[in-house]
């Protein structure tokens, strides 16, 4: 297992994780990326969203009037 600072755990697969709630998710895919921050939409899957986000803003053409 790998951990990511400030991201997801890294685990060879597959994988069972049991929730919170009793359910179980499992993936079988050979490389897992488990969410650590709970942000993610696709919980207990990394969807990325631990990531800062930066906004793509255009430059006006004419700032100054």
Not at 41 to 48: E, G, I, L, S, V
Request: one cysteine or more; hydrophobic letters at 30%; aromatic letters at 4%.
């Amino acid at each position: 297992m790998a951990l990511e600072p400030g991201g997801p755990a890294l685990v060879e697969g597959p994988v069972e994780i049991a929730l919170d709630d009793g359910t179980v998710a499992r993936s079988d895919r050979f490389m897992v990326a488990v969410c650590t921050c709970r942000r993610s939409r696709t919980y207990p899957w990394c969807d990325t969203s631990h990531r800062p986000r930066e906004r793509n803003v255009p430059p006006s053409e004419n700032r100054n009037p």
